[in-house]
């Protein structure tokens, strides 16, 4: 499903709108364009570009805004992505540190930083987001999670984890094989069905 979402796999069927228009099997730039965040969940693979520096991986979705006559504003774009760095607390010694120098919940702040960024942004799809951080990174990833929410941006949050989900979540849907087990509130009382779901217990919905 994130997958699709993301336009990184084609739809097999269905079909899903942003803002009343239908965006299945858009491409990733499409999306982007269409106010659409993107934190995947392999953020060494598609999310980012390890061999670059902080500033390029932080302005990736608009460096048309820091081109002129072909060449790239390295000034600008320095003072942009520092101003990101600062606050979103993306730890490094500089915007033109390698990105891939960076730890792991430095470089998932950075992602989020540049998808929470977008302008507009309607919708934001973050899978997994806090695997392999620490618990630091993943209280900071929360909070900007939720400050999305309450700005008004659509939020599909996708993990594994129940105890993420139970903390960050308003409504959980649970889906296994494919298919809908049940969808419920993050309330204590439901957690003992919401495991059963992720096990494959019970009848789909």
Not at 66 to 92: H, I, K, N, P, W
Not at 175 to 197: D, K, Q
Request: with cysteine; glycine share 12%.
């Amino acid at each position: 499903l994130g997958a699709v979402l993301a336009g990184m796999t084609s739809a097999s069927a269905g079909r899903f709108f942003i803002a009343g228009r239908d965006m299945t099997n858009a491409t990733p730039r499409e999306l982007t364009q269409a106010g659409v965040g993107i934190v995947p969940e392999d953020r060494h693979a598609v999310g980012c570009v390890t061999g670059m520096s902080v500033a390029d991986n932080l302005l990736l979705n608009h460096l048309d805004r820091y081109t002129r006559a072909g060449f790239l504003r390295r000034r600008a774009m320095r003072a942009a992505a520092l101003d990101l760095m600062q606050r979103f607390d993306v730890r490094a010694s500089g915007p033109d540190a390698l990105f891939g120098g960076l730890s792991g919940g430095n470089q998932q702040k950075a992602v989020l930083a540049r998808e929470l960024t977008l302008d507009p942004l309607l919708f934001l799809l973050a899978a997994q987001p806090t695997r392999g951080l620490d618990v630091g990174a993943v209280a900071a990833v929360y909070s900007h999670i939720r400050a999305a929410r309450d700005r008004g941006v659509g939020v599909l949050l996708i993990s594994s984890e129940l105890d993420e989900l139970m903390s960050v979540a308003d409504r959980i849907v649970v889906l296994y094989r494919g298919r809908v087990m049940g969808t419920c509130t993050p309330e204590a009382s439901n957690r003992g069905r919401i495991g059963a779901w992720m096990a494959g217990a019970g009848e789909p919905a």
